[in-house]
Protein backbone atom coordinates (compact mmCIF):
# COMPACT_ATOMS: atom_id res chain seq x y z
CA UNK A 1 0.00 0.00 0.00
CA UNK A 2 1.03 3.37 -0.68
CA UNK A 3 2.10 6.25 1.91
CA UNK A 4 -0.59 8.82 1.49
CA UNK A 5 0.05 11.73 3.62
CA UNK A 6 -1.76 15.27 4.04
CA UNK A 7 0.00 18.60 1.74
CA UNK A 8 -0.72 21.89 3.46
CA UNK A 9 0.30 22.66 -0.31
CA UNK A 10 -2.57 21.38 -2.16
CA UNK A 11 -5.08 21.00 0.71
CA UNK A 12 -5.05 17.31 -0.28
CA UNK A 13 -4.06 14.23 0.55
CA UNK A 14 -1.44 13.23 -1.66
CA UNK A 15 -0.56 9.73 -2.35
CA UNK A 16 3.95 9.97 -1.59
CA UNK A 17 5.63 9.67 -4.55
CA UNK A 18 9.95 10.54 -3.65
CA UNK A 19 11.86 12.51 -6.12
CA UNK A 20 14.75 9.70 -6.67
CA UNK A 21 13.89 7.83 -9.74
CA UNK A 22 14.49 4.12 -7.78
CA UNK A 23 12.10 4.89 -5.36
CA UNK A 24 14.25 4.65 -2.12
CA UNK A 25 15.53 7.59 -0.70
CA UNK A 26 13.75 10.35 0.45
CA UNK A 27 14.97 14.31 1.44
CA UNK A 28 13.60 15.27 4.38
CA UNK A 29 14.40 19.50 5.97
CA UNK A 30 12.54 20.06 9.58
CA UNK A 31 12.82 23.42 11.25
CA UNK A 32 14.80 22.64 14.36
CA UNK A 33 15.17 24.44 17.52
CA UNK A 34 15.85 28.54 18.26
CA UNK A 35 18.40 27.72 21.27
CA UNK A 36 18.14 30.45 23.25
CA UNK A 37 16.51 28.27 26.17
CA UNK A 38 15.64 24.54 27.13
CA UNK A 39 12.72 23.80 24.35
CA UNK A 40 9.16 23.32 25.96
CA UNK A 41 7.21 20.23 25.36
CA UNK A 42 4.86 21.85 22.59
CA UNK A 43 8.21 22.10 20.10
CA UNK A 44 8.57 18.44 21.03
CA UNK A 45 5.05 17.68 19.58
CA UNK A 46 7.04 18.90 16.29
CA UNK A 47 9.77 17.05 16.54
CA UNK A 48 8.23 13.90 17.40
CA UNK A 49 5.33 13.57 14.92
CA UNK A 50 8.27 14.29 12.43
CA UNK A 51 10.02 11.21 14.31
CA UNK A 52 7.27 9.08 13.11
CA UNK A 53 7.23 10.23 10.12
CA UNK A 54 10.70 8.97 9.24
CA UNK A 55 10.38 5.95 11.33
CA UNK A 56 7.01 5.19 9.57
CA UNK A 57 8.98 5.37 6.01
CA UNK A 58 11.58 3.77 7.21
CA UNK A 59 9.27 1.06 7.96
CA UNK A 60 8.30 0.75 4.81
CA UNK A 61 11.34 0.82 3.26
CA UNK A 62 12.40 4.18 2.43
CA UNK A 63 16.13 5.66 3.33
CA UNK A 64 15.43 8.94 4.98
CA UNK A 65 18.00 11.75 4.82
CA UNK A 66 17.40 14.06 7.19
CA UNK A 67 18.39 17.66 8.10
CA UNK A 68 17.60 19.85 11.49
CA UNK A 69 18.73 23.05 11.37
CA UNK A 70 19.66 24.84 14.73
CA UNK A 71 18.77 28.55 15.19
CA UNK A 72 22.18 30.11 16.71
CA UNK A 73 21.58 33.57 15.40
CA UNK A 74 18.23 35.65 15.16
CA UNK A 75 17.14 38.30 17.45
CA UNK A 76 16.13 35.85 20.56
CA UNK A 77 19.20 34.13 20.95
CA UNK A 78 20.83 37.42 20.77
CA UNK A 79 18.62 38.90 23.27
CA UNK A 80 19.59 36.11 25.42
CA UNK A 81 23.25 36.54 25.14
CA UNK A 82 23.49 39.55 26.00
CA UNK A 83 21.15 39.17 28.90
CA UNK A 84 23.25 36.74 30.36
CA UNK A 85 26.95 38.26 29.42
CA UNK A 86 27.97 36.15 27.43
CA UNK A 87 29.42 35.28 24.01
CA UNK A 88 26.63 34.34 21.59
CA UNK A 89 28.52 30.88 20.86
CA UNK A 90 29.13 29.82 24.36
CA UNK A 91 25.37 31.05 25.22
CA UNK A 92 23.83 29.32 22.72
CA UNK A 93 26.14 25.90 22.78
CA UNK A 94 24.39 25.47 26.28
CA UNK A 95 20.72 24.78 24.76
CA UNK A 96 22.03 23.14 22.05
CA UNK A 97 23.88 20.58 24.46
CA UNK A 98 20.44 20.61 26.31
CA UNK A 99 18.33 19.90 22.86
CA UNK A 100 20.42 16.87 22.30
CA UNK A 101 20.11 15.06 25.69
CA UNK A 102 16.16 16.07 25.21
CA UNK A 103 15.77 14.53 22.03
CA UNK A 104 17.42 11.41 22.94
CA UNK A 105 15.42 11.61 26.17
CA UNK A 106 12.50 11.36 24.02
CA UNK A 107 13.90 8.69 21.79
CA UNK A 108 13.53 10.97 18.98
CA UNK A 109 16.01 9.56 16.14
CA UNK A 110 19.26 11.99 15.43
CA UNK A 111 18.98 13.37 12.01
CA UNK A 112 21.56 12.91 9.36
CA UNK A 113 22.52 16.93 9.69
CA UNK A 114 22.04 19.31 12.03
CA UNK A 115 23.54 22.30 10.64
CA UNK A 116 24.25 25.50 12.48
CA UNK A 117 23.09 28.77 11.19
CA UNK A 118 26.28 30.31 11.86
CA UNK A 119 28.79 28.08 10.24
CA UNK A 120 30.98 29.86 8.02
CA UNK A 121 30.11 27.49 4.94
CA UNK A 122 26.24 28.19 5.83
CA UNK A 123 26.73 32.31 5.99
CA UNK A 124 28.67 32.20 3.14
CA UNK A 125 25.45 30.80 1.31
CA UNK A 126 23.16 32.97 2.58
CA UNK A 127 25.58 36.01 1.39
CA UNK A 128 25.75 34.03 -1.98
CA UNK A 129 21.91 33.50 -1.91
CA UNK A 130 20.77 37.32 -1.37
CA UNK A 131 23.47 38.36 -3.88
CA UNK A 132 21.78 36.58 -6.47
CA UNK A 133 18.62 38.00 -5.91
CA UNK A 134 19.60 41.35 -5.96
CA UNK A 135 21.13 40.88 -9.37
CA UNK A 136 17.80 39.09 -10.45
CA UNK A 137 16.26 42.59 -9.21
CA UNK A 138 14.24 40.66 -5.99
CA UNK A 139 16.56 42.00 -3.05
CA UNK A 140 17.06 45.52 -2.55
CA UNK A 141 18.97 46.91 0.01
CA UNK A 142 16.37 50.20 1.82
CA UNK A 143 17.74 52.79 3.77
CA UNK A 144 17.76 51.19 7.23
CA UNK A 145 20.68 49.25 5.32
CA UNK A 146 19.19 45.77 5.76
CA UNK A 147 17.92 43.59 2.65
CA UNK A 148 14.38 43.00 1.63
CA UNK A 149 12.84 40.52 -0.41
CA UNK A 150 10.83 42.48 -2.90
CA UNK A 151 7.40 40.17 -2.56
CA UNK A 152 6.18 41.85 -5.87
CA UNK A 153 8.68 39.92 -7.68
CA UNK A 154 7.40 36.28 -6.44
CA UNK A 155 3.36 36.02 -7.18
CA UNK A 156 3.33 33.04 -5.46
CA UNK A 157 3.65 34.14 -2.35
CA UNK A 158 0.91 33.19 -0.26
CA UNK A 159 0.55 30.09 -1.86
CA UNK A 160 1.08 28.03 0.90
CA UNK A 161 -0.54 29.62 3.58
CA UNK A 162 -3.70 30.39 1.26
CA UNK A 163 -3.18 33.66 1.61
CA UNK A 164 -5.18 36.36 -0.03
CA UNK A 165 -1.64 38.52 -1.62
CA UNK A 166 -3.51 41.99 -1.90
CA UNK A 167 -4.13 41.88 1.81
CA UNK A 168 -0.54 41.81 2.18
CA UNK A 169 0.62 43.93 -0.82
CA UNK A 170 -0.86 47.53 0.03
CA UNK A 171 0.44 49.48 -3.63
CA UNK A 172 3.05 51.93 -3.44
CA UNK A 173 5.83 52.92 -1.24
CA UNK A 174 4.74 52.73 2.48
CA UNK A 175 5.49 55.88 3.87
CA UNK A 176 6.03 55.42 7.62
CA UNK A 177 8.75 55.81 10.22
CA UNK A 178 8.25 52.17 11.25
CA UNK A 179 8.91 50.90 7.69
CA UNK A 180 11.72 51.70 5.84
CA UNK A 181 11.06 48.97 2.83
CA UNK A 182 9.00 49.73 -0.29
CA UNK A 183 6.49 47.35 0.56
CA UNK A 184 4.73 46.13 4.02
CA UNK A 185 5.06 42.50 3.62
CA UNK A 186 8.53 42.69 2.34
CA UNK A 187 10.84 40.26 4.83
CA UNK A 188 14.28 41.44 5.73
CA UNK A 189 17.10 38.89 3.79
CA UNK A 190 19.82 40.45 5.98
CA UNK A 191 19.95 43.11 8.94
CA UNK A 192 21.91 45.75 9.25
CA UNK A 193 24.17 45.49 12.29
CA UNK A 194 23.09 47.88 15.27
CA UNK A 195 23.73 48.66 18.95
CA UNK A 196 22.11 45.85 20.05
CA UNK A 197 23.64 43.13 18.13
CA UNK A 198 27.08 43.62 20.06
CA UNK A 199 29.89 41.31 18.63
CA UNK A 200 27.19 39.36 17.07
CA UNK A 201 28.19 40.85 12.94
CA UNK A 202 29.61 39.16 9.72
CA UNK A 203 30.78 41.09 7.07
CA UNK A 204 28.57 41.71 3.70
CA UNK A 205 28.30 43.04 0.45
CA UNK A 206 26.04 45.21 2.45
CA UNK A 207 28.00 46.43 5.22
CA UNK A 208 28.22 44.44 8.45
CA UNK A 209 25.17 42.49 9.73
CA UNK A 210 23.64 39.42 10.18
CA UNK A 211 20.85 37.03 8.26
CA UNK A 212 17.32 36.93 8.52
CA UNK A 213 15.89 33.78 9.92
CA UNK A 214 14.10 32.54 6.61
CA UNK A 215 17.31 33.32 4.12
CA UNK A 216 19.19 30.33 7.17
CA UNK A 217 16.60 27.83 6.61
CA UNK A 218 16.73 28.36 2.40
CA UNK A 219 20.80 28.28 2.66
CA UNK A 220 20.99 25.15 4.92
CA UNK A 221 18.57 23.09 3.39
CA UNK A 222 19.20 23.47 -0.05
CA UNK A 223 23.31 23.25 0.45
CA UNK A 224 22.35 19.89 2.15
CA UNK A 225 19.62 18.11 -0.06
CA UNK A 226 20.57 20.52 -3.48
CA UNK A 227 17.22 22.50 -4.60
CA UNK A 228 14.69 19.88 -4.48
CA UNK A 229 13.06 17.73 -1.36
CA UNK A 230 10.54 15.51 -1.04
CA UNK A 231 9.25 16.63 2.34
CA UNK A 232 9.43 19.96 4.84
CA UNK A 233 7.89 19.96 8.37
CA UNK A 234 7.18 22.31 10.98
CA UNK A 235 4.63 23.42 13.33
CA UNK A 236 1.64 25.14 11.74
CA UNK A 237 3.10 28.48 13.10
CA UNK A 238 6.00 27.97 10.70
CA UNK A 239 3.24 28.37 7.57
CA UNK A 240 3.04 31.77 7.58
CA UNK A 241 5.42 33.80 7.01
CA UNK A 242 8.84 31.37 7.78
CA UNK A 243 7.76 28.61 5.05
CA UNK A 244 6.26 30.96 2.40
CA UNK A 245 9.19 32.85 2.91
CA UNK A 246 11.87 29.90 2.33
CA UNK A 247 9.87 28.79 -0.86
CA UNK A 248 9.99 32.52 -2.60
CA UNK A 249 14.12 32.81 -1.62
CA UNK A 250 14.44 29.14 -2.90
CA UNK A 251 12.68 28.99 -5.75
CA UNK A 252 13.93 32.39 -6.97
CA UNK A 253 17.48 31.35 -6.73
CA UNK A 254 17.61 27.73 -8.01
CA UNK A 255 14.14 28.07 -10.64
CA UNK A 256 13.35 24.72 -9.50
CA UNK A 257 10.20 23.64 -6.78
CA UNK A 258 11.77 23.86 -3.92
CA UNK A 259 9.36 20.80 -1.48
CA UNK A 260 6.74 18.27 -2.90
CA UNK A 261 5.22 17.58 0.30
CA UNK A 262 4.39 20.48 3.10
CA UNK A 263 3.69 18.66 6.11
CA UNK A 264 2.67 20.70 9.51
CA UNK A 265 1.72 19.66 13.06
CA UNK A 266 -0.60 21.03 14.98
CA UNK A 267 -0.21 22.79 18.26
CA UNK A 268 0.37 21.52 21.90
CA UNK A 269 -1.95 23.30 23.36
CA UNK A 270 -2.96 24.15 27.08
CA UNK A 271 -6.12 25.07 28.06
CA UNK A 272 -7.31 26.38 24.39
CA UNK A 273 -4.16 28.37 24.31
CA UNK A 274 -0.71 27.23 22.59
CA UNK A 275 1.17 26.24 24.51
CA UNK A 276 4.57 28.75 24.29
CA UNK A 277 6.66 30.28 26.22
CA UNK A 278 5.57 33.80 25.76
CA UNK A 279 1.98 32.61 27.28
CA UNK A 280 4.29 31.01 30.19
CA UNK A 281 1.79 28.12 30.00
CA UNK A 282 4.57 25.94 28.98
CA UNK A 283 6.32 23.00 30.57
CA UNK A 284 9.95 21.62 29.39
CA UNK A 285 11.04 17.88 29.30
CA UNK A 286 12.84 18.67 32.65
CA UNK A 287 10.20 19.70 34.43
CA UNK A 288 8.21 16.81 34.12
CA UNK A 289 11.28 14.41 34.35
CA UNK A 290 11.69 16.12 37.85
CA UNK A 291 7.52 15.37 38.68
CA UNK A 292 8.93 11.65 38.09
CA UNK A 293 7.90 10.75 34.27
CA UNK A 294 10.00 9.29 31.89
CA UNK A 295 11.05 10.40 28.17
CA UNK A 296 8.93 7.27 26.76
CA UNK A 297 6.02 8.69 28.72
CA UNK A 298 6.20 11.22 27.59
CA UNK A 299 6.92 10.64 24.12
CA UNK A 300 3.85 8.03 24.26
CA UNK A 301 1.37 11.12 25.36
CA UNK A 302 2.51 13.35 22.43
CA UNK A 303 2.42 10.98 19.86
CA UNK A 304 -1.31 9.29 20.60
CA UNK A 305 -2.67 12.10 19.21
CA UNK A 306 -3.09 12.16 15.41
CA UNK A 307 -0.29 15.34 14.36
CA UNK A 308 -3.43 17.34 12.50
CA UNK A 309 -4.87 17.67 15.43
CA UNK A 310 -4.51 19.74 18.44
CA UNK A 311 -3.26 17.85 21.47
CA UNK A 312 -4.54 19.05 24.71
CA UNK A 313 -1.67 18.81 27.41
CA UNK A 314 -2.70 17.76 30.49
CA UNK A 315 -0.34 15.24 33.29
CA UNK A 316 -3.76 12.92 33.25
CA UNK A 317 -2.83 12.21 29.70
CA UNK A 318 0.95 11.46 31.14
CA UNK A 319 -1.11 8.91 33.86
CA UNK A 320 -3.00 7.21 30.86
CA UNK A 321 0.10 7.00 28.92
CA UNK A 322 1.89 5.49 31.47
CA UNK A 323 -0.96 2.87 32.37
CA UNK A 324 -1.10 2.20 28.21
CA UNK A 325 2.69 1.44 28.20
CA UNK A 326 2.11 -0.30 31.45
CA UNK A 327 -0.20 -2.67 29.38
CA UNK A 328 2.61 -2.92 26.51
CA UNK A 329 5.39 -3.98 29.21
CA UNK A 330 3.17 -6.88 30.66
CA UNK A 331 2.14 -8.17 27.52
CA UNK A 332 5.86 -8.60 26.57
CA UNK A 333 6.81 -9.86 29.85
CA UNK A 334 4.47 -12.55 29.33
CA UNK A 335 5.06 -13.04 25.75
CA UNK A 336 8.40 -13.62 26.35
CA UNK A 337 7.78 -16.32 29.11
CA UNK A 338 5.27 -17.95 27.26
CA UNK A 339 7.58 -18.09 23.42
CA UNK A 340 11.13 -19.12 25.45
CA UNK A 341 13.38 -20.07 22.80
CA UNK A 342 10.69 -21.03 20.64
CA UNK A 343 11.79 -20.02 16.67
CA UNK A 344 8.66 -18.02 15.44
CA UNK A 345 5.81 -19.59 13.28
CA UNK A 346 3.07 -17.93 11.70
CA UNK A 347 0.97 -16.30 14.24
CA UNK A 348 -3.09 -16.28 14.22
CA UNK A 349 -3.47 -12.46 15.25
CA UNK A 350 -1.08 -11.00 12.56
CA UNK A 351 -3.48 -9.31 10.47
CA UNK A 352 -3.26 -6.63 13.65
CA UNK A 353 0.08 -5.66 13.32
CA UNK A 354 -0.48 -5.46 9.49
CA UNK A 355 -3.22 -3.11 10.06
CA UNK A 356 -1.43 -0.91 12.24
CA UNK A 357 0.87 -0.28 9.54
CA UNK A 358 -2.09 0.46 7.22
CA UNK A 359 -2.79 3.39 9.16
CA UNK A 360 0.20 4.94 9.19
CA UNK A 361 0.53 4.91 5.49
CA UNK A 362 -3.17 6.55 5.67
CA UNK A 363 -1.11 9.98 6.42
CA UNK A 364 0.07 8.71 9.65
CA UNK A 365 -3.35 7.87 11.43
CA UNK A 366 -1.59 6.84 14.91
CA UNK A 367 -5.00 6.82 16.83
CA UNK A 368 -6.26 4.06 14.99
CA UNK A 369 -2.41 2.27 14.45
CA UNK A 370 -2.28 2.19 18.31
CA UNK A 371 -5.82 0.94 18.96
CA UNK A 372 -4.93 -2.45 16.26
CA UNK A 373 -1.83 -2.60 18.77
CA UNK A 374 -4.54 -2.94 21.61
CA UNK A 375 -6.49 -5.34 19.82
CA UNK A 376 -3.70 -7.79 18.96
CA UNK A 377 -2.61 -7.01 22.64
CA UNK A 378 -6.34 -7.90 24.27
CA UNK A 379 -6.70 -10.95 21.75
CA UNK A 380 -2.98 -12.50 22.34
CA UNK A 381 -3.81 -12.60 26.37
CA UNK A 382 -7.02 -13.84 25.77
CA UNK A 383 -5.73 -17.00 23.49
CA UNK A 384 -2.81 -17.07 25.70
CA UNK A 385 -5.28 -17.57 29.22
CA UNK A 386 -7.16 -20.00 27.35
CA UNK A 387 -3.63 -21.74 26.28
CA UNK A 388 -4.59 -21.39 22.45
CA UNK A 389 -1.03 -19.78 21.76
CA UNK A 390 1.52 -21.80 20.99
CA UNK A 391 5.47 -20.78 22.11
CA UNK A 392 6.32 -20.20 18.52
CA UNK A 393 3.49 -18.24 17.74
CA UNK A 394 3.98 -16.14 20.65
CA UNK A 395 7.69 -15.71 19.40
CA UNK A 396 6.25 -14.33 16.09
CA UNK A 397 4.14 -12.22 17.65
CA UNK A 398 7.15 -10.79 19.46
CA UNK A 399 8.67 -10.59 15.72
CA UNK A 400 5.66 -7.99 14.79
CA UNK A 401 6.20 -6.39 17.85
CA UNK A 402 9.50 -5.86 16.95
CA UNK A 403 8.84 -4.41 14.29
CA UNK A 404 5.91 -2.15 15.46
CA UNK A 405 8.18 -0.69 18.21
CA UNK A 406 10.65 0.25 14.89
CA UNK A 407 7.84 3.13 14.70
CA UNK A 408 7.13 3.77 17.96
CA UNK A 409 10.23 2.83 20.22
CA UNK A 410 8.15 2.16 23.09
CA UNK A 411 9.45 -0.61 24.67
CA UNK A 412 10.79 -0.33 28.08
CA UNK A 413 14.56 -0.54 28.69
CA UNK A 414 16.00 -3.16 29.92
CA UNK A 415 17.50 -2.42 32.27
CA UNK A 416 20.24 -3.95 35.29
CA UNK A 417 18.91 -4.55 38.50
CA UNK A 418 20.72 -2.44 41.01
CA UNK A 419 22.80 -4.06 43.81
CA UNK A 420 20.81 -1.75 46.01
CA UNK A 421 17.32 -2.92 45.21
CA UNK A 422 18.60 -6.58 45.34
CA UNK A 423 19.69 -6.31 49.02
CA UNK A 424 16.36 -4.37 49.32
CA UNK A 425 14.45 -7.37 48.15
CA UNK A 426 16.04 -9.49 49.94
CA UNK A 427 15.73 -7.88 53.33
CA UNK A 428 11.74 -8.04 52.23
CA UNK A 429 11.84 -11.78 51.74
CA UNK A 430 13.15 -12.05 55.09
CA UNK A 431 10.79 -9.93 56.63
CA UNK A 432 8.27 -12.11 54.52
CA UNK A 433 9.47 -15.23 55.75
CA UNK A 434 9.46 -13.37 59.56
CA UNK A 435 4.97 -12.59 58.51
CA UNK A 436 6.15 -9.24 59.06
CA UNK A 437 3.60 -7.42 57.05
CA UNK A 438 4.60 -3.85 57.66
CA UNK A 439 8.37 -3.98 57.12
CA UNK A 440 7.36 -5.90 54.01
CA UNK A 441 5.58 -3.42 53.20
CA UNK A 442 7.57 -0.70 54.05
CA UNK A 443 10.50 -2.55 52.03
CA UNK A 444 8.30 -2.72 48.67
CA UNK A 445 7.78 0.94 48.69
CA UNK A 446 11.71 1.59 49.36
CA UNK A 447 12.31 -0.31 46.37
CA UNK A 448 9.33 1.73 44.37
CA UNK A 449 11.12 4.36 45.43
CA UNK A 450 14.00 3.30 43.34
CA UNK A 451 12.23 2.86 40.55
CA UNK A 452 11.32 -1.20 40.95
CA UNK A 453 8.22 -2.82 41.14
CA UNK A 454 8.51 -6.14 43.33
CA UNK A 455 5.67 -8.81 42.64
CA UNK A 456 5.04 -12.02 44.32
CA UNK A 457 4.85 -15.16 42.21
CA UNK A 458 5.25 -19.01 43.54
CA UNK A 459 8.52 -18.82 41.98
CA UNK A 460 9.55 -16.42 44.54
CA UNK A 461 9.99 -12.30 44.36
CA UNK A 462 9.85 -10.81 40.11
CA UNK A 463 10.92 -7.52 39.75
CA UNK A 464 10.26 -4.97 36.91
CA UNK A 465 11.55 -1.73 36.29
CA UNK A 466 8.36 0.75 37.32
P1 LIG B 1 10.76 27.64 17.63
O1 LIG B 1 11.93 27.23 18.48
O2 LIG B 1 9.81 28.58 18.32
O3 LIG B 1 11.18 28.12 16.27
O4 LIG B 1 9.88 26.34 17.39
C1 LIG B 1 10.43 25.13 16.97
C2 LIG B 1 9.35 24.22 16.42
O5 LIG B 1 8.35 23.94 17.41
C3 LIG B 1 8.59 24.80 15.24
O6 LIG B 1 8.41 23.77 14.29
C4 LIG B 1 7.27 25.26 15.84
O7 LIG B 1 6.26 25.26 14.88
C5 LIG B 1 7.04 24.19 16.89
N1 LIG B 1 6.15 24.61 18.00
C6 LIG B 1 6.25 25.69 18.81
N2 LIG B 1 5.25 25.70 19.75
C7 LIG B 1 4.51 24.59 19.52
C8 LIG B 1 3.33 24.02 20.14
N3 LIG B 1 2.73 24.57 21.20
N4 LIG B 1 2.86 22.86 19.63
C9 LIG B 1 3.45 22.27 18.58
N5 LIG B 1 4.56 22.74 17.96
C10 LIG B 1 5.08 23.90 18.40
ZN1 LIG C 1 13.02 26.85 9.08
Redesign the pocket.
Known sequence: MPVRLFNTYSRQTEVFIPLDPAGKSVKMY?????VYNH??I??????VFEDLLQRHLEARGYAVERVMNL?DVDDKTIRGARTAGRRLADFTQVYKDAFFQDIDTLRIKRASHFPAATEPRYIERMIAMITQLEEQGIAYQADDKSVYFRLAKFPAYGALAHLNLDELRPSGRVNSDEYEKENIGDFALWKAWDEADGDVRWDSPWGAGRPGWHIECSAMATAILGPEMDIH??????IFPHHEAEIAQSESCTGKKFVRHWL??????VDGQ????SLGN?HTLRDLLAKGFTGREIRYALLTVNYRLP?NFTLAGLDAARAALGRIDEWIVRLREHAGDAAPAAAPLAAHAEKFFASLDEDLNISAALSHLFDLIRESNAALDRAELSPAQAAALLADWQRIDGVLAFQRESAAIPAEVLALVEKRQQARTDKDWKASDQLRDEIAALGWIVKDTKDGPKLSPR
Request: proline content about 3%.
Open positions: TCGPTAHGNFRAYTCGGVDNHCAHLMKMSKFL
